[in-house]
């Protein structure tokens, strides 16, 4: 027999089980999740301490402001602040009967 003869005979296939590219398997992706599980259960409270902080800061930002524009008020105006709407000015309705000095 020929060397091309015997060539066309003894073909070789792939294997069925075998693949061009390796899969995961289950066991492997069923360990990445719980890597990666983990690692958010870690990670959350850690984010959630980081808005609160956040939140801090901001409402702290927003009380400077306030009071860097009452200062500002004030000494435009002859050191007086400004006036509240709601205020009631009457200063005998702000002390007790039993305040008397």
Same mark, same amino acid.
Request: hydrophobic share 40%.
């Given at each position: 027999?020929? @060397?091309? +003869?015997?060539?066309?005979?003894?073909? &070789? @296939?792939? +294997?069925?089980?075998s693949r061009p590219? &390796?899969?995961?398997?289950?066991v492997e992706l069923l360990v990445v999740i719980g890597i990666i599980a983990l690692l958010i259960s870690i990670l959350l409270p850690t984010i959630s301490r980081s808005r609160a902080q956040?939140?801090?800061v901001v409402c702290a930002t927003q009380m400077r402001d306030l009071v860097s524009a009452t200062v500002m008020y004030a000494s435009e105006?002859?050191?007086?602040?400004?006036?509240?709407?709601?205020y009631d000015k009457d200063i005998t309705k702000w002390t007790s009967p039993d305040d008397s000095a």
């Open positions: 027999m020929s @060397r091309i +003869a015997s060539d066309r005979l003894h073909v &070789r @296939r792939p +294997a069925m089980h590219g &390796r899969a995961f398997t289950l956040a939140a801090r105006n002859k050191g007086w602040l400004p006036e509240y709407r709601g």
